[in-house]
């Protein structure tokens, strides 16, 4: 069986993790503040190094993947479509013990298992003893359960729906603590056991082995935390207070090269979502500083980067650090497809809006025209 995965399988993971990161029963995310501004006609963007707003494309968060990326997840798809499973075992076998790299390849083998897993059932009784395909399948059962619930607030999700959710969980829990015998290192079914565990409704005595379990192992993992982060704010079983200390520490013990010092970004927008003040102050620049400088040493071909970017120039925007704020306009080039903006209405007007303040409150001079750049300014690397 043929399929085609380059769109299909982008929008599985985005609809799987969009509905498991939904609320339990808050209210929907207020607008962001500047929603309805409009930048000056005069505006002119490329006089400070920016793309003109006939450029910008709100299609993506940044670049897309390259052709030949695109095309090997393609060809894994369609082999496992076929049938063979095995070239998915090596995928992921080869990410060794890089466990956010191991992750993004586990992700693109639930997109893939999403659309049809009979290769994955294959994989299980052929190799029972693979963690990797023993968390996957745990995976799967997650997602199924959220599937279920759908992706609106508790209250909104019928009772027949939200037991039935409840049901499933307990059952994939079972199963990554079953993946968990399977390889002692292996921080997959770790990840699974703390995603489902808000959805179990594990009270913090019982999540906490499972974080100890996962940070034992991948003490840096990406979505490990963002999972962590969720769990510890407001809306689920912890507090703003609670979850801005648990981004803070990610953050000042994230090592150079890490994207997660942005779970601190992350947790702005939980607070914003919530109607509740932002940090301010000295102390809360020196954040967004230590954000921006810690991104810089980010791999440029690591595809959390660029969305971090997005939230990154709209928080030094929100704390008045204008100057910096343009830089990051200026790297993120033509894309502003971020949900920062398209939750002020239309992504491209928010997006330039935000550039224009920033450039006017930066009180920058436009550059003289013979050095504006003539090339095409798109980021292509971050």
């Given amino acids: 069986m043929t399929h085609f995965l380059a769109p299909l399988a982008i929008l599985l993971v985005i609809a799987a993790v969009r509905s498991m990161r939904s609320g339990s029963g808050s209210s929907p995310s207020p607008a962001k503040s500047g929603a309805g501004r409009r930048a000056p006609v005069s505006f ?18 940044g670049p897309p993947q390259s052709e030949r990326a ?16 095995r070239a998915a075992a090596e995928h992921i076998k080869a990410a060794e013990a890089d466990w956010d790299e191991h992750w993004d390849r586990f992700e693109l083998l639930r997109a893939i298992a999403r659309e049809d897993d009979a290769w994955l059932k294959k994989w299980r009784e052929a190799d029972p003893g693979d963690c990797n395909a023993a968390a996957l399948e745990a995976d799967l059962m997650v997602h199924r359960a959220w599937a279920v619930r759908g992706a609106g607030y508790a209250s909104e999700v019928p009772a027949e729906r ?12 079972e199963a990554a603590k079953r993946a968990t015998l399977l ?13 489902a565990a808000r959805g179990a409704q594990y009270k913090p005595d019982r999540f906490q082995p499972l ?9 840096h993992h990406y979505e490990g935390h963002w999972q962590g982060m969720q769990y510890r704010c407001a809306k689920w079983y912890g507090s703003n207070k609670q979850m801005m200390e648990f981004a803070e520490r990610a953050m000042d013990d994230a090592p150079a090269g890490s994207p997660l ?25 020196q954040r967004l500083w230590a954000v921006s400088d810690a991104l810089a040493q980010v791999p440029a071909d690591n595809g959390k980067v660029p969305g971090l970017r997005q939230l990154l120039a709209y928080y030094l925007g929100e704390a008045g650090m204008y100057e910096a704020a343009v830089e990051q306009f200026r790297v993120l080039g033509r894309w502003c497809g971020a949900s920062v903006w398209s939750d002020q209405g239309d992504p491209v007007e928010a997006f330039h809006a935000a550039r ?4 006017e409150k930066a009180k920058l001079k436009p550059l003289p025209p013979e050095e504006r750049p003539t090339m095409n300014l798109d980021a292509t690397h971050h």
């Fill in 70 to 85: 695109r095309k090997e997840s393609q060809a894994l798809a369609n082999t496992a479509w076929g049938g063979d499973w």
């Fill in 162 to 173: 939200m037991a039935e959710f409840r049901s499933l969980l307990p059952a994939a829990i």
């Fill in 261 to 285: 010092a942005g779970i601190y970004l992350h947790a702005l927008t939980e607070l914003q979502e919530r109607r509740s003040p932002l940090p301010a102050g000295a102390q809360a620049r």
């Fill in 44 to 61: 002119d963007a490329a006089a400070y190094g920016l793309v003109p707003r006939e450029a910008l494309d709100p299609s993506r968060s």
């Fill in 183 to 195: 390889a002692a290192d292996n921080p997959a079914p770790w990840v699974v056991m703390v995603t």
């Fill in 211 to 219: 974080w100890d379990g996962l940070v034992a192992r991948a003490p």
């Fill in 356 to 359: 224009a303040i920033a450039v």
